[in-house]
Structure formats: C-alpha cells, structure tokens
C-alpha cells in the first residue's frame, strides 16, 4: 500500500501496497449534502465516443514543490512520481473492476497450489520503448533492484521476503535469488516465483506477494545500484514498455510524452501527453480558464469551479486515506526491520487517544472541504466490503474525554501545560505538510485543539514542512518529529501487511508488537483462504489498531476530476487503469 499527502485523490499505485500522498485531506461526517451527493452521481469515466488520432492533452501535477523524478516502480515512493510516469509506466496486469488479476494486460498469471508456484508470462510484442521485447531476466531484475540493499528501496517488504531466497539476496549471502527460475532462460518470457506456501489475495492486483512491474537489465545492468536512484537512466531517460515515452524532461516541472511506436497494443490516439506542475492554490482558477485538459479539482475549491462550462466532472472514492501516526521507534537498516523503543515520548497509550479524541476532524472537513471530506473511522477503507469493520466509530471528537485520559494517565497540569506523569516537562513536535492555501489554517487548528487540553504542542521547526523534507524526515526518522500527519494511497487488495508489519520500512511509526504481527500473520494465513475467518481477522486488528492508536485514520475524500469535454477514453474505474495507471492509449479526441 501506498501513501502520500492528499490534495485530491489519489490513484492506487502499484504491486507493491503503498505510495506516499502528498499532504492531509480534510473530511466531512455530513457526507450527505449537497456537494457530496453531487459527488455521488458524477461518473467515474467521461462519455465513451470515437476518438480521432492525434492532439495534445495537457494535465496538471497538483504539487506546491518540484517532483523528484525517480522513473522507476521499484525505487519511486510517492503518487506524485507515480501520477507523473503513467503515461509510459504499465504494470504486467490488467485487472477487473474488483481488482482481479485478468489475462488482457502485458502478462498473464497462473497460480499452482501443488507447487506452490506464481508463474508470469509476458506476452510477445511486448518491447520496451528502444525496441527491445520485455523478457523474464527484466521481471527477474526488479526484485534484484529492491532486494539490494545497496539501492536503499522501500519497496523490499516481509512479503516479498517469503520468495525464496530473496532474503538470502537481500543480505547479502547469495549472488541470485534461487527462488525465481526462469525455465526459458533470461531471454524467454517466463518466470516461476517458487513460496513456502500460497496466500488469500494473490488472484488480486496488489497482494504484495509478487512484484508487477518489470525493468530493463539491458538498459540498467551497467549502472551500479548504489547509484541506480540518481543515474541518467532514471532521472532522464527512463524506459517503459507502455503507450509513451519521455521526449522531453524539464526536472521538478514538467514531462513532454510521446508514442512508444513499439507499444504492444499498438499506436495511441494522442501525439503528446503533457505532465506539467501546477500550484494547488491556482488550480481553480487554471479550471476555469481551461488551461488543462485533464485537473484534479481540490474540494475547498469545489465552489468555485462547480458550474465551469466545457468540462466533464468525473469522480470516485479513491483507496486511500489521510492518517496521524506517532514515533515510537526507528528504522533498523542493519537487522531490516523496525525497532520500538518502550521509552519514547509517544510510546503512551493514554497519550496518543486523547491526542486523537482532541481532533474536529468532521468539522474541519466540512468546513475547508464543501463537504467533499469525510471522516474515516478505521484503517480498512469501506470499499473493501465486509473485510471493514463497520462497528467501529472511530475517534470522534470529544475533549472531555480526552482530558479524562490524561488526567487518569497521570499527566498532570502545572500552569497552562501538563507534564509527563514522571513530572517532566512534555513539548511534542508535530510534523505537518505543505500543500494548498487549506494545510495551515488546518494544522493550526489542530494545534489550538491540543492546546486546549493542556498539551505543548508545537509545528516541527515552526512551519510547515515541504513534501520531499517531510517524507526525507519522516523516512529516516529524524528525532525532531514526535508525530504527523500523512496520507497512503492503498493497494487493490486489502491485507495491511505491507504497511504495519515489523519488517516494512513503510511502518513509519515504528511500532512493533506481538499482538500486531500475530494478527497481520493470520489474515495472510492458509487458514485465511476461508473466507468468514479472513475476514473475523481483519476486524479484530482494526479493533486492535483503534485501541492502540499507533496510527489513526483521519479522512478520505471525493476525487473529482475536471476533463476537457472534448476528450474521452479517460476513466478513474479499476478496469481501465491499469494497476493504477491510466490506460493512456485509448485516451483520445472525439471525432
């Protein structure tokens, strides 16, 4: 799964479950009022008519900094990077509407429970933009990128780790991974993933168990991995094997894409798709002069942009979800895997709840987000269907409560700031992003809101932090953030695991404990292919992760998208993008 501050929504992102949001969404419990209702109708694909060949679609990257511009699944965290590389990026597998793996994308699946095998064939004329077809070594070469240590990915997961070998090529003690063979040789087309056992959810995109993307060894495999991340072949001129490839690169700003003449599905309607950045602040404004063909419309904005002429509004629920989470440990890089620290500031039970019981997170939705927000009780989306716990409420706002916790808890009052329950001062840093005109006046609220019950908290360095500092701080730790707020984009298959578990560089509050990764372990086990004991386990870790309030969810939001009504082929459903990614080659002008 994936996170990532929220201007808008945010698409699911890749095999792998997570990607950074950019920032915190705000949310609305009165989800039914005008706004939201209006929301609920809008389609979640503009009209369906025949397209010409050729034309320029313009969309605009909502980002108040330069993206980084890591072209590349197996190194990329956030949805931004990912947003900004779909028009080349394809992942091996189109899906259904419910996220099942199907037979219609670059590569075909076949899972052997006998054999405890996942095999992957990529079809023939699938080549990359050079030419060159996509073969078993290119799949085989991912794992070997975010496997190395030497590349620093977050992508290498407990999941992936269950692959065997991989852990021993993770460590260093193996030159290959035994456990995937290529019985065509590097140049054929198949790979078989050999696993000590099968897992509930690997028929679905984004199980986390086996990686869906691939990367070119003939292009890579001359560059170092330790300097994989910064070459020229992923900053610059990365290949893909989907309908575009870069023609022209302005770094943080803007991506010029033109046909991949190669493409296996054959040429795309479009002669250019143009990612180009735009403030979020001048986005209503952009809508409205009809500067972008294609423009994520941010909800505090709504409206004002409402009634613009000229344009499909399109709409979904994304999977996807803003969060506050507290440090309590640190990233072991050595040992890979989180280790909590019992003595840490936030490492207080009563503490944390009654951080979260402070929080108007309904109110501020509904008043910075045109009730286009809502307030989200757990971390299991509802769109996951029975696997949500719908018993739950949630943190709901109540500052008599959470003044009755810390009282008991022992924090008691001296002057206008409590103290620790040993009678030491207690200051606690916050870490909140930057983002559109909503994001201070939001956290600043919620400063006011802590502060009403006696606790000192404060912004980290008195302001708000820029997404590539924040996700920088918040990866590696850094001792001046007590706790944040942040987004995930998620996978299309709901086990957490690749989020919470002990060995998941992506578990950002460092948070490690027997009951937790019991639970994780069950809802991934062979016992969980019973469908009712499945999902028994999901409720009872989202009743556990309530308790503990490690990490508590805040909002989701309407992402609604504004499109030039002169285009069609672009669709938000999960069978026309394509892991994620939009399936740009049908994206076209109408005749």
């Not at 028009?87 to 199907?102: A, H, Q, V, W």
């Not at 696997?387 to 916790?405: P, Q, R, S, V």
């Amino acid at each position: 799964m994936k996170k990532s501050n929220l201007y808008k929504s945010l698409g699911v992102v890749t095999a792998a479950a997570l990607t950074l949001v950019a920032c915190g969404k705000s949310n609305n419990t009165a989800n039914d009022n005008s706004n939201a209702k209006t929301a609920k109708k809008f389609p979640e694909a503009v009209p369906k008519k025949e397209a010409k060949q050729g034309g320029t679609v313009k969309v605009a990257l909502e980002t108040d900094t330069p993206f980084t511009g890591i072209f590349s699944d197996e190194l990329a965290m956030s949805a931004i990077d990912s947003s900004v590389a779909s028009p080349g990026e394809e992942s091996l597998f189109d899906t259904d509407d419910n996220y099942k793996i199907n037979d219609k994308g670059p590569a075909t699946m076949k899972l052997d429970h006998k054999n405890k095998t996942v095999t992957i064939t990529i079809k023939k004329g699938v080549k990359w933009s050079d030419g060159k077809q996509v073969n078993a070594k290119d799949m085989e070469y991912s794992y070997e990128i975010f496997a190395n240590k030497a590349t620093q990915s977050e992508r290498y997961t407990s999941q992936l780790a269950t692959i065997k070998g991989l852990q021993a090529y993770h460590d260093g003690k193996a030159k290959t991974i035994s456990g995937i063979e290529m019985p065509d040789g590097p140049n054929g087309r198949t790979i078989v993933i050999h696993y000590p056992e099968l897992k509930p959810g690997m028929s679905n995109s984004g199980n986390g168990y086996f990686w869906e993307s691939a990367a070119p060894y003939h292009y890579l495999k001359n560059v170092p991995f330790s300097k994989l991340k910064e070459s020229d072949q992923i900053r610059k001129k990365p290949l893909y094997f989907g309908p575009f490839k870069v023609s022209k690169l302005v770094r943080g700003q803007s991506v010029t894409w033109t046909p991949n003449k190669y493409y296996w599905r054959g040429k795309p309607k479009l002669d250019k798709v143009i990612y180009q950045v735009i403030n979020p602040n001048s986005a209503s404004q952009a809508i409205k002069s009809h500067k972008f063909d294609i423009i994520g419309v941010i909800n505090s904005q709504w409206d004002q942009v409402k009634k613009t002429k000229n344009v499909n509004f399109i709409a979904n629920i994304p999977l996807s979800y803003s969060y506050l989470a507290f440090k309590v440990g640190k990233w072991d890089a050595k040992k890979g895997k989180n280790v909590m620290d019992p003595n840490a500031k936030m490492n207080h039970k009563p503490l944390r709840q009654a951080i979260a019981y402070a929080m108007n997170i309904a109110e501020v939705d509904k008043h910075y987000t045109k009730g286009l927000s809502f307030q989200v009780p757990t971390l299991i989306p509802a769109q996951f269907g029975d696997y949500y716990n719908k018993d739950l409420k949630g943190y709901t706002y109540n500052l008599k409560k959470a003044n009755e916790i810390l009282d008991k808890a022992g924090y008691k009052k001296k002057g206008k700031w409590r103290t620790q329950p040993n009678g030491k001062p207690l200051k606690i840093h916050y870490m909140a992003m930057s983002g559109n005109a909503t994001a201070e006046p939001i956290a600043q609220n919620y400063l006011q809101q802590w502060h009403k019950i006696g606790l000192n908290v404060s912004l980290v360095g008195g302001r708000l932090t820029e997404f590539n500092s924040f996700y920088d701080k918040v990866q590696h730790d850094d001792p001046s953030v007590d706790m944040f707020t942040a987004g995930w984009n998620l996978s299309s298959e709901p086990s957490p695991a690749d989020l919470y578990k002990e060995a998941t560089p992506s578990n950002y509050s460092r948070f490690v404990t027997p009951e937790n990764s019991k639970l994780l372990d069950e809802i991934d086990s062979q016992k969980a292919f019973d469908h009712k004991y499945r999902v028994q386990k999901f409720h009872e870790w989202q009743k556990y992760m309530f308790d503990q309030a490690y990490v508590v969810p805040t909002s989701n939001a309407y992402g609604i998208d504004a499109v030039n009504d002169k285009i069609t082929g672009y669709s938000l459903k999960p069978s026309q993008n394509n892991n994620g990614h939009q399936l740009w080659y049908q994206v076209g002008y109408v005749k």
